[in-house]
């Protein structure tokens, strides 16, 4: 099975088209991405391999969390297995547990690493693109560490195609670095919101530490002090380590820059800046004080300053732990564990590597295409850029219909090419049991910062509603590669401008909705 | 003298199981108990009951009224 993964890796190992894609920033990064590089780097984790380091790609260039090339293509799944956590965060409340809740550390199942590791199997099967396994808790997986080592050592064994990872908040990472790079963890995600005990103080209540609960900024201190060190020491054993950060306006958005600037001179590779989630139903103490959320244009706008530094994570969907399938679909319904324990499982390694095969020589026509039109284009400049919205199932295309989108997809284009920038989730959520709001509005809302909506299909009165509000619903791409049919429409754009037929104006903010993604 | 956990409060984490230096935290249907005769109010081991420094949420590993404080043996 080894020598089955290494050829695997080897016919991957050519850097495809895609790793030339045309992302913004990229020709301005001499230096590559590799930590402590000084160059720009809005590179890697956006469309393609950009400069990262070859080793560094290898290892992302299929992990969906990692990789937004990947995360059309690839699945992950969260097991639920850690949950107790060693500290408290204002914008965490592990009192609740509502069937229709979906924030991060919220699960409706807790599993032992025994059912943990057969469902990774039984997920494995059903969907052969699933390639990562991530372990986020509900609570801390290191203050979980026996059910958490369990776990990776069973599924390893079982099933050693799948990637192993793991998100924690640091606390008690030290301590168990050693064994993270013996289990071969490829990944390791730190949520580092402060590197001031002065901020810290304001987010973290308390933290127990050596049989000691601590308050205050003296929590925050020690919580920083062994972050930093955490990551230090993964960077030091190889092991890639990602940084999480939830954007709070008032207490921490300008300090993330910061933040930014300290954790990649300690190694971090990626920064994943995250909105913070916060309503009163939700009870946490953020929620309650009523302590709001950036807009997108906040969050776009520090990602923006940050991506200077070092490379933005802009895809994350803040998951549940128990999450399964495709970033922005969830599949964990279908395995419950009264499912899978009764299932039985047959790990066929093969039937997943032709599966993954094929996608590997659709993403290299994709990228084909986005260079093909990016050439139609060359010689046009202009300073304006346009976000589009993009309805899709996956797999890179503009292939869901308007009224099924649960979410959309926001890219950024200009004459110096077609950027990811972040999805807006639109589906209902509940609100505590006071009915539902009308999606159409929630759309507008949401897409208020786009000129257009790429769809596969649209009824006529969205479509009026859409126009309504300056937004151009567009379906003559349907089926088609985002990218490229997003270059196309670029450049219709311009000459339209050019012509005098439409007139450019600046887009107002777009509204970014509360709560994890869980398609219910 | 023990201390015992309010049950409605419980969110059945688990973070206190470990923490015990007395082993007295068990799970039963759902929720954890403390095994009042084991608790020592961690006398002896910690400064503060490692159950209550723990527990994510307040007030939810209190003092158990029904049993005398523990007295340490000298």
Redesign the interface.
Known sequence: MQDDRQQLEKRTQNPTAECAGLVFGEQAAPQGCSAGGNGRMGCGSGAGRGDLPPEIWEKIRNHPCYSEAAHHHYARMHVAVA????I?CNYCN??Y?CANESRPGVVSE?LTPEQAAKKALAVACAIPQMTVLGIAGP?DPL??PEKTFKTFGLVAQAAPDIKLCLSTNGLALPEHVNRIKALNVDHVTITVNMVDPEVGAQIYPWV?FR???YTGRDAARILSQRQLQGLEMLAERGILCKVNSVMIPGINDEHLVEVNRAVKSRGAFLHNIMPLISAPEHGTVFGLNNQRGPTARELKALQDRCEGEMNMMRHCRQCRADAVGLLGEDRSAEFTTEKVMAAEVRYDVSARRTYQQAVESERMAKAAAKQAELSTCSGKFSDIAIQVAVATKGGGRINEHFGHAKEFQIYEIGTAGVKFVGHRRVDLYCQGGYGEEDVLPVIVRALNDCVAVFVAKIGGCPRDTLQAAGIDPVDRYAHGFIEQSAISYFKDYLEKLERGDIVHVPRGDGAIRQGAYVAA | MAYKIVGS?C?????CEP?CPNNAIREKEGTYLIKSEKCTECIGY???P?CV??C??DDTCVIDAAYPRYQASA
């Open positions: 949950p107790a956590c060693n408290q592990r009192k547990d807790r609570g203050a979980n127990f049989h000691k609960r | 409060q969110t059945a984490c688990a973070a923490e910690f400064d503060d490692q420094a723990v994510p949420v």
